[in-house]
């Protein structure tokens, strides 16, 4: 015999808990599967431990999607501040680190805690360890085989993430299920992720490992003031990271290694000042001394600042401004935060998250074409997208 429940929800994540806990508010029965062992692996591991769960700045510019339209409702209507009163109402401390970015001052653990203990008040009832295996049926009436037996729903919820962390239970089945009811799936890559050096560049850098700075990186239009990290198969840091996700293989990367400064302007200034000065000196002062040197050794020749004549002050200023990092590739899911692409929105009420293709079936989280930049944006379409759909399942 099989269970019946108007809504069944795949994956126990972030905006799995959210759509789950809305439409158990409004009296709804509600499944959650979930393979993995636990509920919110990723919310427990966020943020360093902390979890950075929302942004008060967050709007759709934040956001990379082929339509970037798509995330506009569902984060109107469901608001920073929305969650940020869910958090207060229990009693969960918070702070600012910088940006917008909000982040538990204890843990990680207190925001699926709250999840939890707001999906048990609305009567979800979650199973853990539960593997799907065959999903039938559309148009209001789905069944699910699944390792703990066979249940129904008239909703069918999919928010089973992206492919970032495999070990974390990330798995690409919602895209699978995706293609099964007729939907287009985006290519997918990596994105918030570091990258990867080769050849000379990874070769007069990779010593340098732990050496962090700030840097302007700028990549198809978009750039990202923030720190750089040099690490030992090639650079991260969250500048890195924004840019990771609007950077394909072979495309130009640029990072202002002065950022905020007129190179030149700051240069001649330097040559004026402290004319007996090594160039390795004077940028010593300003990045890292360990960079600088090696700026020196392998880019620029280092002499007295009186000795370098005009064109010599405007060709170095322009390569600190304007470096190119050769990256050679990305670390991958391995490491990403987030997966880029995903379930074509075309084909997805951007009011509802329900497929146009088929009814009662619905796309929420990570696993739609809607990927946020670093910084709190993820969890907030999570959220959102999950509140959305929680709506009117
Ligand atoms: P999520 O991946 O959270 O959940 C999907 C769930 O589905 C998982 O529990 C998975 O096990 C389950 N699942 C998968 N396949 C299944 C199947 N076949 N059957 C059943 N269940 C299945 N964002 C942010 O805003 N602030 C932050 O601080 C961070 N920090 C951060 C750190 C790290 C290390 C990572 C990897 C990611 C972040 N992120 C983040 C990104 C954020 O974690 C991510 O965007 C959201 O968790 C996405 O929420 P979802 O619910 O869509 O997927």
């Known amino acids: 015999m099989a269970e019946s429940f108007d809504v069944i929800v795949i994956g126990g994540g972030a905006a799995g808990l959210m759509c789950a806990l809305t439409a158990g508010q409004r009296g709804r029965s509600v499944l959650v599967v979930e393979h993995a062992n636990r509920v919110g692996k990723k919310i427990l591991m966020s943020g360093g431990g902390r979890c950075n769960f929302t942004n008060t700045g967050t709007g759709p510019g934040n956001f990379l999607s082929a339509n970037p339209h798509y995330c506009k409702s569902a984060l109107a209507r469901y608001t920073p501040a929305d969650f940020i009163t869910l958090v207060e109402k229990h009693g969960i401390a918070y702070h600012e680190k910088e940006l917008g970015q909000l982040f538990c001052d204890e843990s990680s653990k207190q925001i699926v805690r709250m999840l939890l203990d707001e999906c048990a008040a609305a009567g979800v009832r979650i199973e853990t360890g539960c593997s799907v295996e065959r999903v039938a049926g559309g148009d209001g009436g789905y069944v699910l085989d699944t390792t703990l ?8 919820v999919i928010a089973s993430g992206g492919l970032s962390i495999p070990s974390m239970g990330a798995s690409g089945f919602g895209y699978q299920l995706a293609r099964q009811f007729g939907h287009d799936v985006l290519p997918t890559q990596a994105g918030l992720v570091p990258l990867t050096l080769s050849g000379t560049h990874s070769q007069r850098l990779q010593d340098l490992s732990g050496v962090s700075f700030p840097v302007e990186a700028s990549c198809n239009g978009q750039s990202f003031r923030n720190f750089m990290l040099i690490t030992h198969r090639g650079v991260s840091g969250p500048s890195i990271l924004q840019i990771s996700s609007y950077w394909r293989p072979g495309d130009e990367l640029l990072l202002d290694l002065l950022p905020g400064e007129d190179a030149q302007v700051w240069l001649r200034e330097q040559r004026q000042a402290r004319s007996a000065a090594e160039l390795r000196t004077v940028l ?4 890292p001394k360990r960079f600088a040197q090696r700026l020196c050794e ?3 020749a280092s ?3 009186r ?11 322009t ?19 987030v997966t880029l692409g995903g379930v074509d929105t075309r084909t997805l009420s951007s009011s509802t998250m329900e497929s146009r293709h088929v009814r009662g079936l619905y796309f929420i989280g990570e696993v739609v074409d809607v990927t946020g930049w670093l910084g709190g944006y993820n969890f907030q379409w999570a959220w959102a997208s999950g509140h959305a759909a929680g709506e009117v399942v």
Do not use: C, H
Request: aromatic fraction near 12%.
């Open 284 to 287: 010593g002062d300003v990045l």
């Open 298 to 300: 392998a880019w620029f």
């Open 307 to 317: 000795q370098y004549d005009e064109r010599e002050l405007r060709d170095i200023a």
């Open 319 to 337: 390569q600190l401004q304007q470096w190119p990092l050769v990256a050679s590739g990305t670390e991958g899911y391995r490491t990403a935060e």
């Open 303 to 305: 002499k007295p600042m």
């Open 149 to 156: 037996g066979r249940f129904t729903a008239s909703s069918l």
